[in-house]
C-alpha cells in the first residue's frame, strides 16, 4: 500500500536560519507532489507542486523553494527564514490526472522565533 | 483565476440538528469540486467529490452551476462529524487544486 512520510512533526527555527523540509512517497511511482501550507485563518494554501523529477511549479514567490531529486522524494527548503515562514507545512501525492484525490501526510509544524 | 470561498470560520450546532457548510467557487471553465475533511489528531483525507454522486458518512453535495456553489449537506449531525472542512476545486485549466479557507464543524451533545 501507499504512505507518505513526511518530517520533522514539529520544528523551532531562529529568524535568517536555513529550512529544509523532507517528504517521500513509499508504494507508487510517478506521483504527482505538493506541499500546502496551513496557516491559521487562511486555510490551505499551495506553495509547490511537482508533476516528475526535476520538475517544479512555484505558486508563491516568496524566499521558500522546492526540488524533487528523486521520483518520490520533495525537499521544501529556505535560505533565511522570516517570521511569517511560521505555519503548518503539509506534503501530499496524487497519481494519474490532477483531479484525482490527495492523499496528505501529517504535517510539520514550524515555528520560527 | 479560480477561487474557493467558505464564509463561515466556525459552525456550531446540536447533535441530530441539520448541517450545512457552504462553498462557493469562481472558475470559468467545468470544475471539479471536493471536500476534504481533517478530524482531530488525523490527516486531512477526501470526503468526497461531486462526481461520484455519493453519500458518505450521511454527507451529500450537489454541485449547482448556476449559483456557483457546492454545498455540503447533512441531515442529522453527529457528534463524530465534529471536524475542520475544506472545500477544494480542480479546473484542468489550471491543473491543481484549490482549498477555501475551511469551517470548523462542533457538534454538542
Known amino acids: 500500500s501507499q504512505t507518505i512520510h513526511q518530517w520533522p512533526a514539529t520544528l523551532v527555527q531562529p529568524v535568517g536560519s536555513p529550512l529544509s523540509l523532507e517528504c517521500t512517497v513509499e508504494g507508487t511511482s510517478n506521483p504527482n507532489l505538493y506541499w500546502y501550507r496551513q496557516a491559521a485563518g487562511r486555510g490551505l494554501q499551495l506553495l509547490f507542486y511537482s508533476v516528475g523529477i526535476g520538475q517544479i511549479s512555484s505558486e508563491v514567490p516568496q524566499n521558500l523553494s522546492a526540488s524533487r531529486p528523486q521520483d518520490r522524494q520533495f525537499i521544501l527548503s529556505s535560505k533565511k527564514l522570516l517570521l511569517s515562514d511560521s505555519g503548518f507545512y503539509l506534503c501530499a501525492w496524487s497519481v494519474g490526472t490532477g483531479s484525482s484525490p490527495l492523499h496528505f501526510g501529517n504535517g510539520t509544524r514550524l515555528t520560527v522565533t | 483565476a479560480q477561487r474557493v470561498t467558505q464564509p463561515e470560520k466556525l459552525l456550531s450546532v446540536f447533535k441530530g440538528a441539520p448541517v450545512e457548510l457552504k462553498c462557493n467557487y469562481s472558475y470559468s471553465g467545468s470544475p471539479e469540486l471536493f471536500w476534504y475533511v481533517q478530524y482531530s489528531r488525523q490527516r486531512l483525507q477526501l470526503l468526497l467529490r461531486h462526481i461520484s454522486r455519493e453519500s458518505i458518512k450521511g454527507f451529500t453535495a450537489d454541485l449547482n452551476k448556476g449559483e456557483t456553489s457546492f454545498h455540503l449537506k447533512k441531515p442529522f449531525a453527529q457528534e463524530e462529524d465534529s471536524a475542520m472542512y475544506y472545500c477544494?476545486?480542480?479546473?484542468?485549466?489550471?491543473?491543481?487544486?484549490?482549498f477555501g479557507a475551511g469551517t470548523r464543524l462542533a457538534v454538542h451533545p
Open positions: 477544494a476545486l480542480f479546473g484542468r485549466g489550471y491543473n491543481k487544486l484549490i
